[in-house]
């Protein structure tokens, strides 16, 4: 079964930008959509942006105007743009396929402060 791998992850001021990145163990065509998620300190996982196989994209409220989600489905990659970072955007980012738990990996780690 597929596994992703994120990285990118850092330590950040407000108001600064960070790139992730998720690197699919297998051909990521066949998946229709592939999320991003984040859980934050002593807060459940939330769903971040969906990214659909043509690059349609939809995001949380939150982080609409801000984050920019992507994949190439020719090199099994998929990513996150993240601009004008805010404390709140503090948490471990997942990538992951809806509604599929055995799946989740190690995530990335995003720390937003001054």
């Known amino acids: 079964q597929v596994q992703f791998v994120e990285s990118g992850g850092g330590f950040v001021q407000p108001g600064g930008s960070l790139s992730l990145s998720c690197a699919a163990s297998?051909?990521?065509?066949?998946?229709?959509?592939i999320n991003w998620y984040r859980q934050a300190p002593g807060k459940e996982r939330e769903l971040v942006a969906s990214?659909?196989?043509?690059?349609?994209?939809h995001y949380v409220d939150s982080v609409k105007g801000r984050f920019t989600g992507s994949r190439d489905n020719n090199k099994n990659l998929v990513y996150l743009q993240m601009d004008n970072l805010k404390p709140e955007d503090t948490a471990v980012y997942y990538c992951?396929?809806?509604?599929?738990?055995?799946?989740w990996g190690q995530g990335t780690r995003v720390t937003v402060s001054s």
């Open positions: 992951n396929l809806p509604g599929r738990p055995e799946l």
């Open positions: 990214i659909a196989r043509g690059g349609d994209t």
């Open positions: 297998t051909n990521i065509f066949a998946f229709y959509f």
